[in-house]
Antibody, heavy 117, light 106 residues
Framework: QLQLQESGPGLVKPSETLSLTCTVS??????????WGWIRQPPGKGLEWIGS???????YYNPSLKSRVTISVDTSKNQFSLKLSSVTAADTAVYYC?????????WGQGTLVTVSS | DIQMTQSPSTLSASVGDRVTITCRAS??????LAWYQQKPGKAPKLLIY???SLESGVPSRFSGSGSGTEFTLTISSLQPDDFATYYC????????FGGGTKVEIK
């Protein structure tokens, strides 16, 4: 059974860079059939797609976040990562990683990242 | 950017009711639409993909229809486990989620 697990700091200071990693187990991130994505959800609000990556490193990002987002992949560790720069309180959210197929079919449990000094 | 508009934002219903949620896209997305169910504190769960294909393991009381710009998610007979928030998502051009529909107990 495929499992995804987010990891990273739960508290980030304003103007700094948020960094999260998603570890995939039970399957290979190098599968040719899938992209791998990041989605976030501010407390009490809806879902926002951040971006997705293919195992080859090909990426596509939400245009509204593109200037601040970098997603990378490490196939040797079966992981992909998110960096979001110049964060503000508006970036406080639960961050999910997920497998991107026809929709997002496997999700991590999510990790709350709070932006605060 | 493609905008996704869901209606209603909140729906009150009883066990056994037939429930329909609508999702409208700001431009045609063909059938590149997914539906999710989310319960408090949990990750979303994929229910429907390609507008009308039922994800493996999802009960058959869930169904999806539509193409182009108008889509619906129908729950044929609402069960206690179905009280949750539902989201649509287009993946024709990048990815965009609808604002969500909360299904509450009447």
């Amino acid at each position: 059974q495929l499992q995804l697990q987010e990891s990273g700091p739960g508290l980030v200071k304003p103007s700094e860079t948020l960094s999260l990693t998603c570890t995939v187990s039970g399957g290979s991130i190098s599968s040719s059939s899938y992209y791998w994505g990041w989605i976030r959800q501010p407390p009490g609000k809806g879902l926002e797609w951040i971006g997705s990556i293919y195992y080859s490193g090909s990426t596509y990002y939400n245009p509204s976040l593109k200037s601040r987002v970098t997603i990378s992949v490490d196939t040797s560790k079966n992981q992909f990562s998110l960096k979001l720069s110049s964060v503000t309180a508006a970036d406080t959210a639960v961050y999910y990683c997920a497998r991107n197929s026809n929709g997002f079919d496997y999700w991590g449990q999510g990790t709350l990242v709070t932006v605060s000094s | 950017d493609i905008q996704m508009t869901q209606s209603p934002s909140t729906l009150s219903a009883s066990v056994g009711d037939r429930v329909t949620i609508t999702c409208r896209a700001s431009q045609s997305i063909s059938s590149w639409l997914a539906w999710y169910q989310q319960k408090p504190g949990k990750a979303p769960k994929l229910l429907i993909y390609k507008a009308s294909s039922l994800e493996s393991g999802v009960p058959s009381r869930f169904s999806g229809s539509g193409s182009g710009t108008e889509f619906t998610l129908t729950i044929s007979s609402l069960q206690p486990d179905d009280f949750a928030t539902y989201y649509c998502q287009q993946y024709n051009s990048y990815c965009t989620f609808g604002g969500g529909t909360k299904v509450e107990i009447k």
